[in-house]
């Protein structure tokens, strides 16, 4: 394989103010933000990827990659994926964190996955290990009142979705006519879940998950802190509903510690716990552990692209998270938007990610510092 060398690394933060606020218990969002990460070599070949910023991460991520891992990249071999996680890593290590620092690493590793695969012209799931050419997808809803909860549901139907996400948590007193609304207007035949986003306590979680218990769902995602390993167990063996987490877990060593006390019944892990490579290793063992993957995504359009890659290749996973929510960095950003068709997603067959940049949808976005 011929040898290319990283003569730069470049980082733009880009960000969308949504014309409503989209509301989570735990956080509401006005504006939504990411680091655009672009790795250039002496061969013409940029590779991309991004990462959270404000408000499900931070601009200072910029800062990071740019002072800390440039200096380390600049004439190295993109193609050597491995070593350079590992060195990167160990800036990381030295500081004994695995929060922003992981967020920064996650989007260098998925532009050099991308370089690497218009490298040798293939797609990354095919390096990966490819299994499937689609998978099917669910309607993520954020926050939704009484007055719409049917409607949404209604077009979930109508749209061919098989299931969707509802968020709770908001509003206790109204969470279970909520979901009550739900399940009846979406149907028995098709998958509920619920978001609670740490919303509850551990003193009321066991009784409020025991309420919800006959709607049937599919599972409750992070019903409480995600750091209270002790509260998940408790739960999961206390409610017959699969519970759902990983979202906020950064690196294998938190996921096995999750594994290992029975925290939940599915895992996702989200392509920012350092990227392609890190969480291809922890869904690889969450399954080798006889759990189902879910991948989180709720980002750009670069990170669906890159989790779609992902999923394509992970035995035991299923469903894809589709923000219903409208937003030109999930589709604009690119030229080659990803779509869902009858409740199905392909996945992108272009060389790396898949995905490739509408400059001028970039340079619109751009924030400036």
Known sequence: MFELKITDVQVTILGYRYPKPVVFAHLKMDVRKIALVRILTDEGIVGIGDTDAEPTGDSVVKDIILRRF?????GEDPLNIGYLWDKLHAVQRSTAREGLESFALSAVDVALWDVLGKAVNKPVSVLL?????EIPAYASW???????????????RAEGYGGAKIRIG??????????????????????LMVDVNSGWSRADALR??????RFSLKWIEEPVDPRDIDAYRELRKGVATPIALGEHHNSQREFVELLKAGAGTV??????????????????MVNSWGFQVALHCFGSAIKYAATLQMMASIHNSYYLEWNMNECPLKTALVENPIVVEAG?????????????LNETAVQEYTLVD
């Open 267 to 284: 895992y996702q892990p989200d392509v920012r716990a350092g990227g392609i490579s890190e969480c291809m290793k922890i869904a690889n």
């Open 70 to 74: 440039r200096p380390l990249l600049i």
């Open 208 to 213: 409020n998950a025991k309420a919800l218990e």
């Open 129 to 133: 290990g490819r299994r499937r050419d």
């Open 142 to 156: 954020s926050y939704l009142t009484p007055d719409d909860v049917v409607e949404k549901m209604e077009r979930t």
């Open 344 to 356: 199905m997603v392909r996945i992108p067959d272009r060389p790396g990610i898949g995905v490739v």
């Open 170 to 191: 908001v509003d206790p007193a109204r969470d279970i006519a909520l979901v009550s609304a739900a399940r009846e207007a979406l149907g028995s035949d098709r998958d």
